[in-house]
């Protein structure tokens, strides 16, 4: 009896903490369905709802445009990251070579220090290199981070060493053992890091707002900012530009969801 109680308690309180989730997400969905007039009301019918919010967005502003750049951003960033980040992860955690520990703790001590730190010289260094307002200077300074390095490092160290013995006798190189045995098993921590540089990426305001000039490079963050004139805000407008900006992370999300949490919970074993 006791047993049964708990497990209702137990889904009781998983299902109001989903539904309280959700709330945010269905008051910014109804919003954008609001008339201009209409959008201070806390109760619209729903036979008052229009689509014209979205119509407008996609008419009135290079929308499709910016929705390109971000797409092509953060999958740019997204790849660069994957790569990068896994071949370091691999060669600290399994190759042994002079100043292999400094090197990490090099990493970690780059992941104690803000960004917003580094912000100016990065922004000088692309200055003079002429890179501002360029896809050039929105993705390459960003195509590898500590972070993932590390992620891809503590998933790399959980794996037995002796599939790489095993490996070695049967001939492969230390490049085929990356890419034959260790790769494929790493599915789990690269859909972890996957998800979490498309949405950082994607979500990515304050380095797009200052490397962008021009109205043609703006991402989708950038863009919807520019609905906010200085005394009016368009809720409904923002809402409708919010809800597209979600669908290519719900897309991504359900890919990888498959290995999403075995990836996170297997990259912090040692």
């Known amino acids: 009896m006791w ?3 708990s497990r209702l308690l137990f889904y009781a309180v998983v299902i109001g903490y989903a539904v309280l989730t959700l709330i945010p997400f269905l008051w910014s969905l109804y919003t954008s369905l ?12 729903f036979s008052h709802l229009t689509i014209e919010n979205y119509k407008y967005i996609v008419t009135q502003f290079p929308f499709f445009r910016w929705f390109l750049n971000s797409v092509l951003i953060a999958v740019a ?4 990251n994957l790569l990068f980040n896994t071949l370091a992860g691999y060669a600290l955690a399994r190759i042994r070579f002079p100043g292999r520990t400094l090197l990490f703790y090099v990493v970690l001590a780059v992941m ?11 922004y000088i260094m692309l200055a003079n290199w002429g890179w501002i307002n360029t896809y050039w200077g929105f993705t390459i300074p960003f195509l590898t981070s500590s972070f993932g390095i590390f992620l891809m490092r503590q998933f790399f160290l959980s794996l037995p060493r002796e599939l790489e013995e095993a490996a070695t006798i049967d001939g492969l190189s230390r490049w085929g053992i990356f890419w034959r045995i260790a790769l494929p098993l790493a599915k789990p921590a690269l ?27 703006y991402t989708l963050p950038v863009g919807l900012n520019s609905f ?33 949490i075995k990836g996170i919970a297997t990259t912090g074993l040692k």
């Open 3 to 5: 047993r049964r109680m």
């Open 34 to 45: 609001k008339t201009t007039p209409e959008i201070d009301k806390l109760w619209v019918p």
């Open 77 to 80: 960033v997204t790849l660069g």
């Open 112 to 122: 104690m220090v803000p960004g917003q730190v580094v912000m100016i010289p990065v």
């Open 191 to 217: 859909a972890a890091q996957t998800i979490f540089m498309f949405l950082g990426n994607w979500n990515s305001f304050m380095w797009p707002s200052l490397l962008a000039s021009s109205d043609d490079m």
């Open 228 to 260: 906010h004139w200085q005394y009016v805000a368009y809720w409904n407008v923002d809402m409708a530009g919010t809800m597209f900006m979600t669908i290519p992370m719900i897309i991504v999300f359900l890919i990888f969801q498959k290995w999403f």
